[in-house]
């Protein structure tokens, strides 16, 4: 069983996170400060997802079933041209056969983590912070020439849309013209509008903090219930 790395893989997020948390409190953190913490916001989402890919694998020496192939823990991200549940069903049957049969709870269990929006928000970030940045892709935007006067900042979602921010609350989504992939670079005629500076600002910190310490706490718990089931205790 490969308890003893998960729980290794979730101590070094808290300390990570405890880390950032302390920065966060210091009345001089600024972009020097960020600079030098920022790996945190790859490494500790990798390691909590590390960590559930760990319990696919005790799960399957649970069933007493070699792995066929690549193996990952079977949570399905919900997309429009797919039936969730219907998928979770298909690599469930692929990867893990006989677990249904002998163990139904454990099964409901991870079929539950389909309604949980903590690892769908997991899912979202891993992919961006690991082939992309450091940190979700927020840039500030500075006018370019005498008739433009939008500032403020743009985020690109995950479904690849422009969201425009004035810096006082207000937002506005460029219009379905403008759409484009989180893997592609920023469209020509955004481009000529803005220019751009990418910055990750101590709001922005603390909020990827809350969210990473809300993933970690929910993590714990279902990590628990699953080695309940097969017969293991993870420390507290």
């Not at 990798?46 to 005790?58: G, M, P, W």
């Not at 056969?97 to 929006?117: R, V």
Request: with cysteine.
């Amino acid at each position: 069983m490969r308890i003893k790395n998960v729980e290794r893989l979730r101590r070094n997020c808290n300390v990570g996170l405890e880390q950032l948390e302390r920065e966060l409190e210091n009345q001089s953190f600024d972009q020097t400060t960020i600079d030098e913490v920022q790996a945190h916001f790859k490494s500790i989402p990798e390691d909590l997802r590390s960590a559930l890919d760990y319990v696919a694998h005790d799960i399957c020496d649970y069933i007493g079933v070699a792995p066929k192939r690549m193996l990952y823990f079977p949570y399905v991200y919900p997309k429009k041209d797919i039936d969730q549940k219907e998928e979770f069903a298909e690599k469930m049957n692929r990867d893990f056969g006989l677990l249904k049969m002998k163990n139904g709870a454990l099964y409901s269990i991870l079929e539950g983590t389909l309604d949980k929006n903590w690892i769908k928000e997991l899912w979202e970030y891993i992919n961006p912070v690991k082939h992309e940045n450091l940190h979700p892709i927020s840039k500030r935007y500075t006018k370019l020439g005498p008739n433009i006067t939008i500032g403020g900042t743009f985020t690109q979602n995950p479904g690849g849309k422009i969201i425009i921010n004035d810096g006082k609350g207000n937002e506005r989504v460029i219009t379905e013209a403008f759409k484009f992939s989180p893997d592609d670079a920023i469209p020509e005629k955004v481009r000529d509008v803005f220019t751009q500076e990418e910055k990750l600002s101590k709001s922005d910190a603390s909020n990827l903090c809350c969210k990473m310490r809300v993933w970690l706490q929910e993590e714990s718990e279902l990590l628990k219930m699953i080695y309940l089931q097969i017969g293991q205790t993870m420390e507290s």
